[in-house]
């Protein structure tokens, strides 16, 4: 399932049909910066300390490239959907995984 550019949010996270979970930190104009997990990753708990981001790269697209993905829903927090809010803790975890302070920074500076 594709999704549509109105659908995707800060701080909400994605599971595309390779299993790999892509955290959106923030978005500004058409561009946004995101946090993928590895591919073919464990299935999320409720548990932030085992979010699958460590040592995953930040990337930065446009967000009509990340749309285009195939996307499918997921269980977290019990509830089954595209798309799942982080709790802020929990997103600032996921910042701190994939060192993305400074780019978010940049990026809500242009």
């Known amino acids: 399932m594709r ?42 708990t409720l ?13 930065k697209c446009q967000i009509v490239t990340f749309a285009k993905k195939d996307y499918q829903t997921f269980n977290f927090n019990g509830t089954e959907a595209i798309k799942h809010k982080l709790h802020e803790l929990q997103l ?5 995984q994939c060192n993305a302070k400074a780019a978010i920074a940049t990026l809500l500076a242009e």
């Open 92 to 96: 600032a975890e996921v910042i701190a």
């Open 3 to 44: 999704l549509k550019e109105k659908e995707i949010e800060t701080g909400y996270v994605y599971l595309t049909t390779k299993n790999q979970y892509r955290a959106v930190l923030v978005m500004k104009g058409e561009f946004m910066i995101y946090a993928p997990s590895s591919e073919e990753t464990e299935l999320l």
């Open 47 to 59: 548990n932030a300390a085992h979010l699958p981001f460590e040592n995953q790269p930040f990337k």
